[in-house]
C-alpha cells in the first residue's frame, strides 16, 4: 500500500479551521456558562451558622486563589438614626477606624496593608458594612481586629471633632458642589414623604455639624452587637475552619439583649406626583430623572420582584432598551438614557429612569417621549424575545459576577441583612427564569406617575447666575 501524501494547508484553509475553532471554543464555553447558572441554584454554595451570641457565619468556599474576603454587616443604617441626627451612621463608621486599647489610633488600615491586604466600609440606608480582602493565611488577624473593634471602640474628643469636619468637607464635595447630587437629595426628599429613606444617608449639613462623640457612642452601643450582626466570609476557607475562628474571636463578644431596630415609619396612600426642577451655572447638558416607588425583593409578593427587575431591563437598560431606542436612536431626542432598579431595600425600592437631552431638544421633549414609550409597555408589554434576551442577560451577570470574591461576599450579605435567606438568594437565577409575560404586564402597575417624582436639572442660562432652589410640589 503506497503511504498516504499530505499537503501542506492552503492559508485560506488555515484561516477556516481557526475560524472554526474559535466558534467551537465559544460554543463550548456557552454551554458550560449555562450549565453553571443552572447549577448556582441547584447546588448550595453558602453554609450558614449562628454562633450562641447570635451572630450569624457565612461561608463561601473559593479555591481559585488563596486569598480571602472578610465582611462584617451590621444591619442597622441611615434610615434608623433618631431624629435630627442624620448622617451619625455614616459618621460612626468612619469612628470605627479611630482605634482600641489593642489598636492605635489610626493603625487600622494600616495593618491590614501592612499585612499585603486591602479594606474599606460604607454606609447605606439599611446596613453598614466593613471588608477586607487579605491572603487566606491572614484571616485569624482580620477576624481578631473586627472582633475588637465591635465592642471595644475608643473615641477621642478631639479624633471626634476631626472627623466631624472630614464628613462636613466630604459632604461639599459629593453633593453640595454636584448639582445631579443635589437633585438626586431633593427628588428623595419628595418622593418619600413619611419614611426616612428621605433622610440622605451623608446626613443634612446643619444636622452634621451638630453631631457629638456622645451621639456616635450612644448609636455605637445600641447597633454594634454580635446579635445585629452578620459575618461573611469568601474564598479558599472551609466552613469548619470559619466557624472555629469565629468561636474563637466574635464569639466571646456577649450579646446585646436590647439590640433592636425601631419601627419605621410607612408611607402613606400616594395620591399626586411630585417634581423638582433645580438650575444651576455648574450643571451641563438639561438632565431629566424619574424616580417611582415600589416594592424591594424583600417586600414584594412571590415573582413580583423580578418580574420588575427584568421589566426595567427590557425598558431601560442598554442600548436594546425600548427607551434607547427610541429617544437616542429613532427620535434623537437624547444622547443618552437609562435606567435601574434598586431592589434590595428592606423597606422598598426604587425605579429610577434618566435621560440628558439631545441639543436640540428639551426636557419637556424628553419627558413627553419618555411617557408615550413608558404608556406602550403599560398598555401592550413586551414581546417574548426581549423577555427572554433579559432572562439571559442577568443569569449571565449572576454567573460571571461570582468571579469576585467581594461582589460573592456582598450578594450573601446584603441578602440576609436585609430579610433574604440562603436559599432566596440561590434560588434567583430559577425566580428569574419563571417571570411570564403576564407577570410583566403586572409589574407595570408600578411605573404609576402618581407614586413618583420627576426632577429637571437645567444649566443656568446666564453664565455665572445664581442657582434656583429646587422645588417641589404636586
Known sequence: MNPVTRRPLSSGSIARLALLSLV????????TALRSAHAVAAEPRAVLGVLDNGLQVVVIPDHRAPIVNHMVWYKVGGADEPPGE???????EHLMFKG???IPVGEFSKIIARNGGQDNAFTNNDVTAYYQSVARERLPLVMQMEADRMVNLRLDEKDVLTERDVILEERRMRVDNNPSSILSEQMMAALYLNHPYRIP????????????????LAYYRRFYAPNNAILVVAGDVEPDEVMQLARDTYGKIPANP???????????HAVAPRRVDLTDPRAGQPTFERDYQAPSYSTAKPGEAEAIDLL????????????????????????????????????G?????????????????VEASIDRVIAEVVRDGITEAELERAKRSYIADYVYEADSLTNLARRYGWGLATGQTIEDIEAWPDRIRAVTLEDIMKATAYLDVRDSVTGFLRPSPAAGAEATPASSGG
Open 24 to 31: 467551537l471554543t465559544l460554543v463550548t464555553m456557552a454551554a
Open 86 to 92: 442624620s448622617g451619625i451612621a455614616h459618621f460612626l
Open 100 to 102: 482600641t486599647e489593642q
Open 201 to 216: 444617608v451623608i446626613g443634612w449639613q446643619h444636622e452634621i455639624a451638630a453631631l457629638s462623640r456622645a451621639n456616635a
Open 258 to 268: 436590647d439590640v433592636a431596630r425601631a419601627k419605621r415609619p410607612t408611607e402613606p
Open 312 to 347: 426595567v431591563k427590557v425598558l431601560a437598560s442598554g442600548p436594546t432598551s425600548r427607551l434607547y431606542k427610541a429617544l437616542v436612536v429613532g427620535e434623537r431626542k437624547a444622547a443618552s438614557v437609562g435606567g435601574y432598579f434598586t431592589s434590595t431595600g428592606l423597606d
Open 349 to 365: 425600592a426604587r425605579i429610577s429612569l434618566y435621560a440628558i437631552a439631545a441639543p436640540d431638544a428639551t426636557l419637556e421633549d
